[in-house]
């Protein structure tokens, strides 16, 4: 078993087969003989398989069994080999288990959730699909291979948004996420390219080990180096899949989709797979001190600002979202500081906590009859203790409390952000560090206006509920109870790991060695190892966090939360009215869904409209087209008039020709 290639194939393969029998034999696509139970029981299968598999291969690494091999030859154009191949190492194998985890948990969660909903079969098939894309993704040895799972990722990802295909917001949704990745992807295509062109190998290896030659070249007709211009395009590429400022608006319009996507795709996988990506190619990233800082400050304007933007949404997946795009920050902000092994680590925290917070979010929207909205919520303590508590759980590993996952992870980013040499390093620093405060704010926002205070809801229905889709928003009432078992298992297995998984990996993952040879850090950017110099332990550390100033920031946005949504519930309204201009800002998400929609869209439809009457009907219609037609009848209408139907006529242009022809070759000759 060890280093098996078949089963690295059995791990990647094992959710494929399950989406390929749930769609085309579960849908109607080929027949209906997969029912409901049926293809549930298969991707769950499928995706347990890769699980288990995943754990063996992560123990095996531990045992220091590596893999790099070339399992099949798709291509050869000249000296060139596209390969399909796998790299299973310590960043690889840790990706595995992570992905492999949380979609078990996603998968379990879906039965309770997609329970009345006509396409079960269907999602089933899409959600098991987007776990084979991504195993691909993070198991590839090679540029091409990635780019295949990199753009699987992300049209499972549209087709998901989209599930509810019938209600236009859920369409402009996945229309907005497939277009702004594309963006980013076309950066990332040229990054892949001018590594490409300058090593002659798409193979990781290959690449890697001709860094000393990349830091040597000169990007053409530039004074760039091009390395650095490489590493700006893949991090472009990295924007748009990771939602960084200023491709990060599709990823709240994703919510649009069924809640356990959002959890899957949208905290936990996808999202993910552009920091993943960074961290694979760490020994390129860091030889560009201007791409790392690059980094660091979007990163920090995300981490910030965009969590600013939670405090004012009152869908409860929604602020989700905003959370998720401000823990997406402090992983881009510990890339640029060269702590990439905290952003891996942070990375992994986030994947659970986010993914119970998101779970446990459809568990509420299941128990308040599909109503999203936190202000028609309050007091589900009570009626909803499961939830309650994982919730809570999820909400205080998501703050950074001490001892819980969130706080290793996200404390660790903020000292490296403070102790790298990067510039918009110290902004980046101080942005992690009030954004700790904005954090906590309004997660525990959030926390009081659903489960406690003055319950907002009727206890009386206002009519029948539709369960033909999980599409109808509005508030149906009656009195909200807990959910059913196979949606509170999930919460209570993810709760588990985002309270002890920080302590637990915080010493092998961040001061072990467990990423030697895998990432890269050079002697100049030393943020890793000045943390190393100050660590005595989980305990200690977690101990010395009740002191230390992000722990009194997240106290305080506590505190403003339990006044302002318990004690004096007025307060916000108040600051509102007062602020308007401000909030005015807020509510319009800092107008960058404006800007997209009316500066970019609509100067992309006027140059495309000038382009087309321009271009299309002006030049190449009007001028090559119809213009040589026209210059043919031209010639023709005139030299028509030469054919008279007279000899003598024809005779004399044939003397005054043979004139022309002589009197040339005498002056030539000459």
Known sequence: MMNSPSLYLLIALAPLAGAILAGLFGTGFLGRFVGRSAAHCITIAGVAISFIGSVIVLFQVLDGHTYDGVLYTWSVIGETKLDLGFLIDPLSALMMVVVTSVSLMVHIYTIGYMVDDPGYQRFFSYISLFTFSMLMLVMSNNMVQLFFGWEAVGLVSYLLIGFWYTRPTAVFANLKAFLMNRVGDFGFVLGIGLLFAYTGSMHYGDVFAQTDKLDTLVFPGTDWKLVTVACLCLFVGAMGKSAQVPLHSWLPDSMEGPTPISALIHAATMVTAGIFMVARFSPVFELSDTALSFMIVIGAIGALFLGVLGIVQNDIKRVIAYSTLSQLGYMTVALGASAYSAAIFHLMTHAFFK????????????????????????????????????????????????????????????????????????????????????????????????????????????????????????????????????????????????????????????????????????????????????????????????????????????????????????????????????????????????????????????????????????????????????????????????????????????????????????????
């Open 355 to 670: 993914a119970l917070l998101f779970l446990g979010a459809g568990s509420v929207i299941i128990g308040m009859h599909h109503d999203q909205d936190i202000r028609n919520m309050g007091g589900l303590r009570k009626y909803m203790p499961i939830t309650w508590i994982t919730f809570l759980l999820g909400t205080l590993a998501l703050v950074g409390t001490p001892f819980f996952a969130g706080f290793y992870s996200k404390e660790h980013i903020i000292e490296a952000a403070g102790a790298a040499n990067v510039w918009g390093a110290g902004f980046a620093y101080y942005a992690t560090l009030i954004g700790v405060f904005v954090t906590s704010l309004y997660s525990f926002r959030v926390y009081f206006l659903v489960f406690h205070g003055k319950e907002r809801f009727p206890t009386q229905s206002h009519g029948e509920h539709d369960h033909q889709a999980h599409d109808d928003h509005g508030h149906h009432g009656g009195t909200p109870k807990e959910s059913p078992w196979v949606v509170t298992l999930p919460l209570a297995l993810l709760a588990i790991p985002s309270v002890i998984a920080g302590a637990w990996f915080i010493d092998p993952l961040l001061f072990s060695g467990y990423f030697d040879g895998v990432i890269a850090n050079l002697p100049q950017h030393g943020a890793m190892a000045d943390l190393a110099e100050h660590w005595h332990g989980w305990v200690a550390f977690a101990l010395h966090g009740f002191t230390a100033l992000p722990f009194w920031l997240l106290v305080a946005g506590f505190v403003v939360a339990w006044y302002c949504y318990v004690i004096n519930p007025r307060v916000p309204a108040a600051i509102a009215r007062n602020l308007s201009f401000v909030n005015r800002v807020l509510d319009n998400k800092y107008y960058a869904d404006w800007f997209n929609e009316q500066v970019v869209a609509r100067g992309s439809r006027g140059l495309g409209i000038g382009l087309w009457k321009a271009g299309d009907r002006g030049l190449i219609d009007g001028l090559l087209v119809n213009g040589s037609a026209r210059m043919v009848g031209l010639v023709a209408a005139i030299s028509r008039h030469l054919q008279s139907g007279y000899i003598y006529h024809y005779a004399f242009a044939m003397i005054v020709g043979i004139m022309a022809l002589i009197s040339f070759f005498v002056l030539t000759v000459q």
